[in-house]
């Protein structure tokens, strides 16, 4: 792919809206700055937009109130340049990538879920062609030693799992690589709740457990800090302070009055049983 650089003689006068320019029109939920790992093309995972293309991308959106996440690999040194919050995946880092980490403040969310999961899924699979492959090979042998990098250096981390390339429902998995990865438990469970909030925006009423914020609580099988498995085994989850799942028995309710009998077989008989319920 050939990038051209944008002509100065047009540039200025759109900037300051004399003559009308062209429009970029993006949906979704990140800035793709570079080729994409399973698109069906050999073009590679280069950076694909100019430093001039991104930064005009960042600068627009931040004036309108809103965060920018760059989804690149090679592309994250110049997404960094241009003034993004937050790098997608990260696939790549260099030394310079962790120097622009740490002068802009931004944060990296690595998804290691799709760099394991996906080649497994590989094998006799024709949809995914040699151009796929090779791609993909490059991108899950980088994922860890990037990921290691930016915790050895102390970049902000936000849990992210790029579920949809890799089985919904299973997004807990990610937890088990950060930590096989050399995360602890509890940085793991940081970066999906008060990292995640920060980068989100949402820290005032979301990440931690504190009054004045929303009651969102999940109840596991155990202790995630000795097993961070546990939090693939939810018992529980507490929705704005309501009841959402529940998986536990029926509970052993003892009383001495009649009334109270009454009452507590009302409170079985409601009880969910068997399968989890929703509410």
């Excluded at 340049?81 to 790098?87: L, N, P, Y």
Aim: charged fraction near 20%.
């Amino acid at each position: 792919m050939r990038i051209i650089e944008p002509d100065p003689i047009l540039v200025d006068p759109i900037l300051v809206h004399l003559i009308e320019g062209p429009r970029i029109y993006a949906a979704g939920s990140a800035l793709a700055a570079t080729g994409s790992v399973l698109s069906d093309t050999s073009t590679g995972l280069g950076v694909q937009m100019t430093d001039g293309e991104l930064k005009e991308i960042v600068d627009t959106a931040h004036g309108l109130g809103r965060k920018v996440a760059a989804h690149g690999t090679d592309g994250v040194n110049p997404a960094l340049r241009a003034g993004v919050d937050s790098i997608d995946h990260g696939t790549f880092l260099d030394k310079t990538s962790i120097k622009l980490f740490k002068m802009t403040n931004a944060y990296l969310v690595p998804t290691l879920m799709p760099g394991h999961f996906v080649p497994l899924s590989m094998e006799g699979n024709p949809l995914y062609t040699d151009a796929i492959r090779q791609k993909t090979t490059l991108a899950a042998e980088g994922s860890k030693k990037s990921f290691r990098m930016a915790q050895e250096a102390g970049i902000k981390i936000a849990f992210g799992t790029d579920t949809g390339v890799t089985p919904h429902g299973q997004n807990a998995r990610e937890f088990e690589l950060m930590v096989a990865a050399g995360m602890s438990p509890a940085d793991a469970i940081k970066a999906a709740t008060i990292t995640a909030s920060e980068l989100l925006g949402v820290s005032a009423k979301l990440g931690t457990i504190e009054q004045g914020k929303l009651a969102d609580i999940v109840a596991v099988a155990g202790n995630p800090l000795q097993d961070v498995n546990a939090l693939m085994q939810v018992t529980t989850v507490i929705l704005d302070g309501r009841l959402a799942l529940h998986h536990y028995p029926e509970p052993v309710i003892l009383a001495v009055s009649q009334e109270a009998h009454t009452e507590c077989a009302e409170l079985r008989r409601q009880w969910p049983r068997g399968r989890p319920e929703v509410y």
